[in-house]
């Protein structure tokens, strides 16, 4: 079935790197996306990949795309305290709907 | 920038009484989706509209239903509240047609039913 898997925590020390996992079921997906989501707020997307690409950088956001696996992972290099959030991860359903499935999200703790 | 706004950031209301809750967007965008926020199962679609009175059922509908009589405006309702829907609730709209699709979020509606 649709199934978008993360991992509920993690935390990591103030400078060193994030790595979020995310593991999804529809090989046919054609965009994955993560989203941030801080305290009291809705949902921002902070970038996207498309399903042919292996890799995506913004800035400090590097996206890796393992489709045999069916892998997605967001790395936060140089984490800071105002990257505290829940993130989320979803794949866009290519069956001709607009439906996205969302990951369980990842709450992302930052120790300063 | 696209703006999502919803009516309320904070709602209490009684087991059995009617609740609308309201999701305005701005930038003419044809698609507007409503899902609600739970602990550990992450976001689920209750239902989404891609036009002016057309909606569709997403995962979860049941207990809810949705009225889009306007293009910028989305209603989700719940014909007599329960306190298993107690939960957050976040409006999102999304342009047809782009390559990305990209979802724009609301700041979401924490409801609590008692």
């Known amino acids: 079935g649709e199934d978008v898997e993360q991992s509920l925590f993690l935390s990591v020390r103030e400078g060193d790197s994030s790595v979020i996992n995310c593991t999804y079921t529809?090989?046919?997906?054609?965009?994955l996306y993560w989203y941030k989501q801080e305290p009291g707020a809705g949902l921002q997307l902070l970038t996207y990949?498309?399903?042919?690409?292996d890799m995506k950088q913004d800035q400090r956001l590097t996206v890796l795309l393992n489709k045999k696996d069916k892998h997605l992972s967001l790395r936060i290099a140089d984490t800071q305290t105002g990257d505290s959030a829940i993130y989320f991860c979803?794949?866009?359903?290519?069956?001709?709907?607009?439906?996205?499935?969302f990951g369980t999200g990842t709450r992302l703790k930052v120790l300063a | 920038d696209v703006k999502v706004t919803q009516s309320s950031r904070y709602l209490v209301k009684r087991t059995g009484e009617k609740v609308f809750l309201e999701c305005v967007q701005d930038?003419?965008?044809?698609?507007m989706f409503w899902y609600r926020q739970d602990p550990g199962l992450g976001l689920r679609l209750i239902y989404f509209?891609?036009?002016?009175?057309?909606?569709e059922k997403g995962d979860i509908p049941e207990g809810y239903s949705v009225s889009r009589e306007k293009k910028e405006r989305f209603s989700l309702i719940l014909e007599s509240a329960s306190t298993n829907q107690t939960s957050m609730y976040l409006c999102?709209?999304?342009?047809?047609?782009?390559?990305?699709?990209?979802?724009?979020f609301g700041p979401g509606t924490r409801l609590t039913v008692l």
């Open positions: 999102a709209s999304s342009l047809f047609g782009t390559s990305t699709d990209t979802q724009y």
């Open positions: 529809d090989s046919s997906s054609t965009y």
């Open positions: 990949i498309f399903s042919n690409m």
């Open positions: 979803a794949e866009r359903f290519t069956s001709g709907t607009y439906k996205y499935i």
């Open positions: 930038m003419d965008h044809e698609n």
């Open positions: 509209s891609y036009d002016v009175k057309m909606k």
